[in-house]
């Protein structure tokens, strides 16, 4: 169970000249919700993106691989 204020990634697919695009946004989690519910995130830089969470979190759930000054990037918005 990811809880509400959670960062989380969201995966969503569009279709483009037959062509599938996968995009990951990061973003912070509106509701409660599991792995592959579909769900509403906000985005760092405020907007608002719906998709699918994503099981792995390649660069925000690693926090403790990221240097000192992107993990205080990412605690910048909690203020």
Do not use: P, W
Request: charged share 25%.
């Amino acid at each position: 169970m990811i809880k509400m204020g959670s960062l989380v990634e969201v995966e969503k697919i569009y279709i483009e000249n037959r062509n599938d695009v996968k995009i990951l946004f990061r973003g912070i989690c509106i509701t409660d919700c599991n792995v592959g519910e579909y769900v509403s995130v906000r985005t760092m830089s405020g907007h608002l993106v719906k998709g699918i969470v994503y099981k792995d979190m390649h660069f925000s759930g690693n926090v403790h691989h990221l240097s000192k000054k992107a993990k205080e990037i990412l605690q910048i918005k909690s203020f």
